[in-house]
């Protein structure tokens, strides 16, 4: 027997694991939180106003609400402000600026964190173009109805971003949904109060383009064009939809304006205002960079994981819609096969025990009771220190034979009982697994054809009545009812279960026995034989009954040795995908489906419900919920067939549901631990699950002589 040095399995990818989801939750955060949640102007609030002060309800559009008395202001005589909100945009910011520049005026810009975030170099642009830029929140927010909490958020987060992108900060606030003076009410002075005691002013309008509503350019013009030689506020947008309206009627209103002697300026320049902008300290503009690569880095990721989510659900159909089509094809093949004579053949089943004192006299008397004959039983105690020999021992029944060895693993004693055998047939079942009368007869009859090898039976879950039983029950009767038909139907069989399984000896002595290189050692025999040119079945009638873990914390044991040694074998017999015949098979269908849907998706899975999970927390809840119900949809529908075909009750598909949250998330871990230990190089130790002798059917009682 080989040996080799084990190395710790690495205990650093928690770490990594954790840190990557973490960022990936504070990246995806900060998208939703700066950049998310965007709703264009609409109509303002209108509630009441009784705690408005007289002086700002009758007073300019420009409201300083920092001292014991509020000031209202109006701009200067035949004084436009021309202000946008919601930009800046990619597409209409820059015609806006070009419109502004042939007409030589300046306007003031009141941006939404989320656009600079997404568009630094074009807010940059706007500043460096002369014009005034001023703060319209994060997301467009209504300050109003916003707590303390979320309208600190919302305007620090952008003045940040204008800090990162432009080098400025600015003392002018325009609340998102605001109108004119007149129209603030008590929830909005509340929030102008806030403002105030942060040292901002509140800008208002007093000229409503409406241009959100698309009316028309001359309803626009009207709108912005002042009625008395007053200064005047004008509302207008450079983003939100389409401006060209807008655009048109400021190349017909600046003109007219300024043929009858008006002038052009920012809010601060109209209204003799000094200090509303200034430039900001490295250290601050250096956070406005970091916040700005974080929101797109996560708007990026977020990208990504929407077009992951998409590509999961695809790739989900795609599967389901093969193993349905090869089912049916199995199912059809089944019912026309051409009868050949019943294989009759003595057979060996050899049980390699390891501590197996709770059930091993159930596997036994299971064995012996078996339809067909001659059966003969060779148990290799692998140096177990419980009682497991002298169980066997003292059954005392003739067809058994006991074989005491050293520990050596698994593979060591079934290479022992192969070596004892003397029958052409074996099979080869765990120590803690229960068969039917029918099971060594049925999983035999394949090898009528003498091209076969192996072939898989049907292993079943005995102890399904706790809800990890009942999720492992279900997971059971899907993977071998439907996955195994689908490889039978491609030739392609990964698997030979160590639950049961029965194999040519002289193919399996021709290949040098058991492997003992790998922790999967029926995947790795599998492989090797099918490698080797042998094809390999799965015969659904052959069923076992095999105890499955009982805690969460058996099941993780199990499942990252199955894992592992899967990644093992699969590395070993890597060579198979160039290869022809039955290997070529093997390696062109078999291999790539398992590293397909069995390490890659699980790999990225907790991202995408990471990604799943900020849908349902941000909002956009209906497609978080149709992704999830379609893609349990895609698991419900072969569910039901495989468990129809398995003549199982459809009661446990009623925990598929609840599996996803709890379940799903435990395999993701296993696998992407797996993946961690194989690239690290580590060696994983045998992981020996306890046994509570829970391996017969529901109902049965098992007898022999």
Not at 145 to 156: N, S
Not at 175 to 185: G, H, I, K, L, Q
Not at 387 to 405: P, S
Not at 425 to 436: A, H, I, P, Q, S
């Amino acid at each position: 027997m080989s040996h080799h040095r084990r190395l710790p399995p690495p205990k650093a990818h928690w770490a990594l694991l954790a840190t990557l989801l973490f960022a990936v939750t504070v990246l995806l955060g900060l998208t939703a939180l700066v950049g998310g949640g965007f709703a264009a102007d609409g109509t303002p609030r209108t509630v009441a106003a009784t705690q408005v002060p007289a002086a700002v309800r009758d007073g300019g559009p420009i409201i300083d609400p920092r001292g014991a008395e509020p000031v209202a202001s109006r701009l200067q005589h035949k004084t436009v402000a021309l202000t946008f909100d919601d930009g800046p945009d990619p597409e209409w910011t820059p015609r806006v600026l070009d419109v502004l520049a042939r007409h030589g005026i300046h306007a003031t810009f009141f941006v939404t964190g989320g656009q600079v975030t997404r568009h630094p170099g074009l807010t940059a642009d706007i500043v460096h173009r002369g014009h005034e830029l001023g703060n319209h929140t994060a997301t467009h927010t209504d300050l109003g109805a916003a707590g303390d909490v979320r309208a600190q958020i919302e305007l620090r987060a952008t003045d940040l971003a204008i800090a990162g992108a432009a080098g400025t900060g600015t003392s002018l606030v325009r609340p998102p949904y605001s109108s004119t003076a007149d129209a603030v009410d008590d929830a909005g002075w509340r929030a102008a109060t806030r403002l105030g005691g942060e040292g901002r002013l509140v800008v208002l309008s007093e000229l409503d383009s409406q241009d959100w509503r698309r009316p028309g350019v001359d309803a626009i013009s009207a709108a912005i064009t002042p009625r008395t030689d007053d200064g005047a506020v004008v509302l207008l947008h450079d983003a939100g939809g389409d401006r060209s309206e807008t655009l048109a009627a400021l190349d017909r209103v600046i003109p007219e304006l300024k043929a009858k002697g008006w002038r052009f300026d920012t809010v601060s320049g109209a209204a003799g205002l000094t200090g509303t902008t200034a430039g900001v300290d490295g250290l601050t503009r250096f956070g406005g960079w970091l916040l700005i690569a974080a929101v797109q880095t996560g708007e990026a990721l977020s990208t990504a994981l929407g077009w992951l989510l998409g590509a999961a659900s695809v790739l989900a159909l795609l599967r389901t819609v093969l193993v349905l089509l090869t089912t049916a094809i199995h199912v059809r093949r089944g019912r026309a096969a051409p009868s050949r004579p019943p294989v009759r053949e003595p057979v060996t089943v050899i049980v390699p025990a390891y501590n197996e004192e709770a059930g091993i006299e159930a596997t036994i008397r299971s064995i012996l009771a078996s339809d067909h004959h001659p059966t003969w039983v060779i148990v290799v105690d692998d140096g177990s220190t419980d009682g497991t020999a002298d169980v066997v021992e003292r059954l005392a029944l003739r067809r058994v034979t006991l074989i005491r060895q050293q520990n050596a693993g698994k593979p060591a004693a079934l290479n022992t009982g192969l070596a004892a055998a003397r029958t052409e047939l074996v099979v080869m079942v765990d120590g803690d697994t229960v068969l039917e009368p029918g099971t060594v007869g049925a999983v035999i009859q394949p090898f009528a054809d003498p091209s076969v090898g192996a072939v898989s039976g049907n292993a079943k879950v005995a102890n399904r009545g706790g809800l990890l039983g009942r999720w492992q029950h279900i997971e059971y009767v899907i993977g071998f009812n439907l996955d195994r038909r689908m490889y039978d139907v491609g030739e392609c069989m990964p698997t030979v279960p160590g639950a049961v399984g029965a194999f040519r000896r002289s193919a399996v002595l021709a290949l040098g026995g058991v492997p003992e290189d790998t922790l999967a050692e029926d995947t790795d025999l599998t492989m090797a034989l099918e490698r080797d040119g042998w094809r390999v079945v799965y015969e659904q009638e052959a069923r076992a009954w095999t105890e499955a873990p009982a805690t969460l914390g058996q099941l993780w044991k199990q499942r990252y040795r199955w894992c592992y040694g899967t990644l093992q074998a699969i590395w070993k017999h890597r060579g198979a995908v160039v290869a022809k015949g039955a290997a070529g098979r093997l390696g062109r269908r078999g291999i790539p489906y398992l590293l397909l849907f069995q390490v890659a998706l699980p790999v990225l899975a907790p991202f995408v419900d990471v990604a799943a999970l900020f849908g349902v927390l941000t909002g956009d809840w209906k497609t978080a919920l149709l992704y999830w119900s379609v893609f349990l949809l895609l698991q419900l529908v072969p569910g039901v067939i495989a468990f129809r075909l398995d003549r199982e009750s459809l009661r446990p598909l009623l925990f598929l549901p609840l599996q996803q949250f709890v379940y799903r998330q435990l395999m993701y871990l296993v696998v992407i631990q797996s993946v961690m230990t194989a690239l690290a190089g580590a060696r994983l130790p045998w992981h020996k699950l306890d046994r509570l002798g829970q391996s017969a059917p529901p109902g049965s009682l098992v007898d022999a002589e």
